[in-house]
């Protein structure tokens, strides 16, 4: 049961965290702060759903490591590319 | 997800693959001799030969192509005379590189590792055999589709790097040009399929004892091709479906109008484009190694530093990509940097060359047409690494980008490739076949073909400033092409030779035996030729030190070798496997204790026969040959346009009628223990596979959203406004899905109590939810194309709609799997077994992250 309340909790965290992210955006901040903030919400929430609903945190690290690669491909992608522009 | 690939159990004891081809007489499994085996097969080795046939028959296809351009450019001639029209030229140039890159050079490698692999690593058989039949059938389609694009009104004819905005309808406007790009999407799928499977085979199910360390050198380099395919063609697809959507729908990403369009695609195109060089050429890497070892007699020398300097190019390769794009506008700094980063990688390939160079002093070579093939393939492999290096600098790359020298330089890189696999069919062919090849002709065709190719290419590196993928030249360079032109026939005329010498021993050939290679010492020379259908007489285990087949009272033992590394990884001439310990072979029929052991306890038999993949195959070509009549998001008008259209139709309903029918199928894939599962031990063939998968997805969506990140910098980034006006619909939308993803939870846990309603009331929330996110989206965009806001709008919508709308399409796949669990789920099937709601959940929770990323970035920033 208590893993129950735990998988609850989370729901509740990630639903106010998305509203929250509106609000952000909403409250008049310096756009790039708000960019930031918004955007941490986004990764911390990814990384709650992967840890928890999709177990991460009870797999072996190699799954982890798994994605992690995927991602950071994603990234170097992105970053490289953008950083390419003249 | 898929019916039961892999037994749920899979920690019922394993049989060890001793059931022999009698067994499956029973379960219809039809022999060699039948033309329907070939297409319900999904045995790995029945694969295996499919993909090399399959290969060879698109090396004459693109063969063809290049023999004609060779014919075209005898002598210098203005546009439209000799043999092709300028146009038909265009498309000879593009649909060759596609067609040797893509359809021949992998999947000829594929054909080897699809048989070899599963052997050397002691496997039965890859982890989803069906989903390896379906790769197979994908690629055909795929190939097929290719060559229809011809008869579309021209193939696809911008060159084979399919540069933005060439690769418009504004410049290639053909019917055909849609389907050579979908044709090519296909054929990405069909790969990504393909790694997830062989992935999951090589971490999960080696044989104990088998650690990576001893893992073959073949089977490391086809593991370190599949890592780099997974993340690559990852982004390959990402390009091709913007390419396909630009094409078909009408987005402008890649349009000349857009800010750094023609620049995102060579970014996305060269980040898989030059991961490829190393996956087209690691196989043959690994066939070179294997090879070298064998005819000197010597493991290879510096066997942990070749291995580590594998893993350290597969790992550099995605850091080198802009090194194609020194002529494109990027900055001077990162021009730089990836200059350092290119000459950096070849530092690890010196290593392996050497390490190669080193075997053969310390060894005894023995000259078969095998180690001919491999040898010439090395030397042609340090002539293209060299005149690389050119290429890598960026004052010397401004004047050879697209002349000759680039054309010479990667032809003696990729056809060091072929050469190598070539030897490697002459090495495996006594195995596949169980005769011998005809050593003589082997060698004939390895003198015509090596003088035949340096006389095509040599000369290209003289006559360096002809101007690339262009049929006039200076006049005065017409004695070197005229040189290149003999030696592409002379080249050609090379492979009649192999083919003869092939169809012909096959039938009138020397019987050869379990190892017919003296020092040839990994496992798939300790059993039979060709080996039986589940490969060995029992458990192939390396946990005493040698490599034994366990099986009750039969164990034995393979190799006369004392230390277990020696025959595990192709090692020191004592450990010659000598298949001597194959017990109780009686007609060609294994039968040991573990056989019996099996039909008494009425164990199922694995499976080797589907129709299914061949349909789904079937379906998916007639889909996207339909698509591909689809322009400017509508299909033509008149009689065609309907064939399209019904094609279309027919074939995406076929897709899933079949895939259900395949999920429904009672199939009994290799069931474990297996031995070495490092680094996935405890995870499950299934699961592993759906992470696996789900990481190239993370791949996909990253470079969607690299793209829109891209453009966005390109354009101004806070000049940009969202689409949609209104956040709501986007937030009520998170809601949705958050909730889904809860209420998947709740059905595992319930599943995992055996509560059966609870199961179904939470799946049919999910479902139900989906659909509610899919209705609201539905009404968003429908008032966003009443307000005038289309696909085509800009490339703020372009990216808008693209984005959100590949997230939809995974929403909807979701919500299938999801209708196809609810009566399943109704019949209390999770109750023993929740692992399949858990696979769902998986990839359900993935959608979920991906949307709180498209959230922000589409509707809030």
Redesign the interface.
Known sequence: MT??KL??AI?VV??VS??V??LV?QAGMA?WT??GI??VL?FA??VV??GY???LRW??R??T???A???L??????V??????? | MSGDETSPDESVEADGGVAGEAVHEDHEFPPKSSVKRWFVTTNHKDVGMLYLVTSLLFLVMGGVLALLMRTQLWVPRAPGTGPLSAFAYNQAVSVHGLVMVFWFLSPFAFGFANYVVPLQIGAKDLAFPRLNALSYWFYLASGILLGVSFFQGGSFAGGWTMYAPLSLPRFVPSIGGNSAILALLLFVVSVTVGSVNFLTTIHRMRADGLTLRRLPLFTWTILLTVWMMLFAFAALLAALLILSADRLLGTTYFAAEAANGALLWTHLFWFFGHPEVYIVFFPALGVMAETFQTFTGRRIVGRKWFIAAMVLVALQSFVVWMHHMFLTSINLEIKTLFMVTTIGISLPFDLMVFSLIYTMVKGRIRFTTPFLFSFGGLLLFIVGGITGVFLGAVVLDYEFRGTYWVVAHFHYVMVAGVAALIGGLYYWYPKMTGRMYDEFLGKLHFAVFFVGFNLLYFPMFVAWETPRRDFAYDPGMTTWHQLATVGGFVFGLSFLIMVYNMVVSAYAGEPADDNPWEYASTAEWAVPSPPPLENFPGVPSYGGGRLQFLGGDSETDATESDAADSVADGGSPDGVADGAGTAEVVGGEVATPHRRAQEETHDPAPSHASIWPFGVGVAAFLALFGLSGFQNGQFASGAMGTVYAASTGVGLLGVLATLVAMARERFHGPSGPFGESWPFGGVGNVKTGVWIFLASDVVLFGAFIGAYVFLRFSTGWVAWEPIPENVTPGLVNTYLLLTSSFAVVLALEAAEREHRWGVVASLGTTLVLGLGFLGNKAIEWNHLFHEGVWLSSNVRASTFFLTTGLHAAHVITGLLIAAYMLPRAWRGAYLGDSAPIEHFGLYWHFVDIVWLFLFPLFYIL
Do not use: D
């Open positions: 893993r129950l998988y609850t729901y990630l639903f998305a509203t992210q509106v955006e756009y708000a960019l918004i955007m986004s929430k990814a759903v992967a609903y999709q177990h797999e072996p190699s799954v490591t798994l994605v690669m995927g991602l491909a994603a990234l170097a992608l992105t490289a590319a953008t950083y390419s522009i003249t």
